[in-house]
């Protein structure tokens, strides 16, 4: 059984950082690609950033393009999320998801993933 547990959130300021890691048990992380979602109140689930099994390969949702930054350690089983120049509106719970195959059409869509993690709270307020 894989499990994903994410870790990190937190309140920040406008405008200052947090790193939000998600980690693996059960299976090697490296088996996956994996991607974050967060969700605000009343808002669906929206695609963050995507890491390919390697690394090398990343993608982000455009609200957060040039600001959050996925990276990932398959020596340690993990997946981080840099979030910087933070916003009230980057306000939500944070999820890791991750999967087994991949296409284009998949990545942005939180139902083609298999496992998720319970979600970790960001809040950014002054």
């Known amino acids: 059984q894989v499990q994903l547990v994410e870790s990190g959130g937190g309140l920040a300021q406008p405008g200052g950082s947090l790193t939000l890691s998600c980690a693996a048990s059960g299976r090697a992380l490296s088996d996956f690609v994996v991607s974050w979602f967060r969700q605000a109140p009343g808002k669906d689930r929206e695609f963050v950033a995507f890491v390919g099994w390697s690394g090398s390969g990343t993608d982000y949702g455009d609200s957060v393009k040039g600001r959050f930054a996925i990276s990932r350690d398959n020596v340690k089983n993990l997946v981080f999320l840099q979030l910087n120049q933070l916003k009230p509106e980057d306000t939500a719970v944070y999820y890791c998801?991750?999967?087994?195959?991949?296409?284009?059409?998949?990545?942005?869509?939180?139902?083609?993933?298999?496992?998720w993690g319970q979600g970790t709270q960001v809040t950014v307020s002054s």
């Open positions: 998801a991750g999967k087994a195959t991949f296409t284009m059409r998949d990545m942005p869509e939180p139902g083609a993933y298999e496992y």
